[in-house]
Structure formats: structure tokens, C-alpha cells
């Protein structure tokens, strides 16, 4: 039996990512959401809170892993990351692979990844969707959110591969700088493109 189409799905911070990951679901295709998965894995009773703890002590609670309590550990400290790293993306991989056996079946099934292009998580999929919007839409959407700064947005976007160039790097752009029902008609428009075989499979 032949797997389904993967669809990566990526786009850089207030892009709109949820938003359309929302819209492909509605559409009836699967969602792989790593960053839930991620969140499960470090939430109360998560598989790797004892691994987590054992790596950096201290740092984990009844209510799983205290996310500020981790992060001022691992932040700007690369050898730490890399041991939190070595942790967590084997098991969000192991959860990944569970995900596609459970949607075997499914012509196209969608892995929302962050930070695909900045960790290079592309491998095996067959064509990357990345989300966008004008750069003046994106910065009022983020310093919209609680406790959000210029100085913590400008951070996060050093941190990110730049939009220009994941666009430059797509197989297919969503843009998330029109209104709701132009972005859902873009999304219906890619899916029904690759459910129709227009788009060929081109793995990675």
C-alpha cells in the first residue's frame, strides 16, 4: 500500500501557522503538531520528565517540566541544548512515525514543524508548505501578545531562518496577509492541487 503525501507545514512567528494547520484540518487532512507533542512528552506524567530531571535537576514538578526553570538552563548554553536535544527530538520522531502508521491510509497527512528549516527536520517529506505575511502584519500580530517586547521579538527572529528565504525554499506559500476566507481558499486550492495528483510526489 502505497504512504500518504507528507506536507511539512512551517512558517516563522505570527505568521499564522495555527491558523492554517485549523484549516487543513477542516479540510479532513491529519495534523501532526510537534510542538503538542513536545508538550505532552514534558507535561505532567510526560514520558520524558524523568529523563529531563535526570539531565538537569531541578527543573521538573508534579506538573511536569517547569518550562522557565529549563530554559534559563539550556538558554545560550549550546552543549546543554544539545543534551535537551538529544532527548526530546528522538520522541517526538518516535510519535511522528506512530502518527503516519495511524493515517496509513490517507492520501495526504500534514507534520506542523516549527522550526523545520532551522533544525533541519525536512527529511522525508515530500513538498514544504510555508506560511507568510507582510513583515507589518507579522510584528503587529506578535507584539499583540501578553508579554511581548520588540527586544524579545527581534530575539526570536535571529533565532529563525529569515521568511524571505524559507520562501524562497517552499514548495508552496500559504499567505496569511489577506482575509480568512482568501487564506482558507488558498489552502483548499493546495490541497485539492495535491489530492488531484497535480503536484507529484518528490521525496527529499
Known amino acids: 500500500m502505497s504512504r500518504p503525501f507528507i506536507l511539512g507545514l512551517t512558517g516563522s512567528i505570527g505568521m499564522g501557522k495555527s491558523a492554517v494547520a485549523l484549516m487543513l484540518r477542516e479540510l479532513g487532512v491529519p495534523v501532526f503538531d510537534a510542538d503538542a507533542a513536545v508538550h ?56 511522528r512515525e506512530a502518527f503516519l502508521i495511524e493515517h496509513a491510509g490517507q492520501p495526504i497527512v500534514v ?19 510555508v506560511v507568510s505575511a507582510p513583515a507589518v502584519a507579522q510584528r503587529a500580530r506578535v507584539l499583540a501578545r501578553p508579554g511581548m517586547t520588540p527586544d524579545k521579538f527581534a530575539h526570536v527572529l535571529d533565532l529563525q531562518v529569515p521568511d ?11 499567505d496569511t496577509g489577506v482575509t480568512l476566507e482568501e487564506t482558507r481558499a488558498q489552502v483548499a486550492a493546495l490541497i485539492e492541487r495535491i489530492r488531484s495528483g497535480a503536484w507529484q510526489k518528490n521525496p527529499r
Not at 71 to 94: K, M, Q, S, W
Not at 164 to 174: C, G, L, N, S, Y
Open 164 to 174: 524571505a528565504e524559507k520562501r524562497a525554499r517552499a514548495d508552496f506559500i500559504v
Open 111 to 129: 507534520f506542523d514543524i516549527p522550526l523545520l528549516f532551522e533544525k533541519g527536520h525536512g527529511a522525508g517529506l515530500d513538498a514544504v508548505v
Open 40 to 95: 505532552a512528552l514534558q507535561g505532567p506524567g510526560g514520558a520524558l520528565v524523568p529523563a529531563i530531571e535526570a539531565a538537569f535537576p531541578g527543573t521538573t514538578g508534579p506538573e511536569g517540566v517547569l518550562r522557565q526553570e529549563l530554559g534559563a538552563r539550556v538558554f545560550g548554553n549550546p552543549g546543554a541544548l544539545a543534551r535537551l536535544e538529544a532527548i526530546v527530538h528522538p520522541a517526538v520522531g518516535r510519535m
